[in-house]
């Protein structure tokens, strides 16, 4: 039970933290906004996604813990689910701000989105590895699930761009 906890936690931050930032990015940096606004907001939407999810988790597991009777010391488990929540959002959301540290932003754009769903068709091989299961198929779920996140993100900026 614990392991499913953070395997379910790591695998949810890295997929949303990922996809959410990428897309936004892309919706931002698709209206040619200045770099450095590109990059605040990558930094900011990183770290409070980050903040917002690992509560989130943390209060979720609890209620499920309350609802279930359990809860006791388990709270620390929802704490550590939580963490794992957290520090996966962190690393997850620096992966599509990289490329705009190292990149000018017309090519940041397309590099962001290009390691992103490469790193999302890894974590699907490995949760696929860890569970047992055919990687292919999670992979591809991953890719494409993470993609349309990316496309959503260049449409609304595309359609509320000033």
Do not use: W
Not at 46 to 58: D, L, P, R, T
Not at 137 to 145: D, G, Y
Request: proline share 4%.
């Amino acid at each position: 039970m614990r392991s499913s906890l953070y395997i379910r936690n790591v695998i949810f931050g890295i997929e949303d933290s990922l996809a959410a930032t990428v897309g936004l990015l892309s919706g931002i940096a698709a209206e040619s906004v200045p770099h450095e606004t590109i990059l605040l907001t990558g930094f900011v939407y990183v770290f409070v996604e980050a903040f917002s999810m690992g509560i989130g988790s943390f209060l979720s597991e609890e209620s499920v813990q309350d609802n279930q009777g359990k809860r006791t010391v388990a709270s620390v488990d929802a704490a550590l689910g939580g963490l794992a929540m957290f520090v996966s959002c962190v690393v997850a959301g620096f992966v599509p701000v990289l490329p705009y540290l190292l990149l000018p932003s017309s090519a940041a754009l397309p590099a962001s989105i290009v390691v992103s769903l490469l790193v999302l068709s890894l974590v699907g091989y490995v949760h696929g590895r860890l569970v047992g299961k055919s990687v292919l198929p999670r992979m591809m779920r991953m890719v494409l699930l993470g993609g349309t996140a990316i496309l959503v993100g260049v449409v609304v900026g595309k359609i509320f761009g000033m």
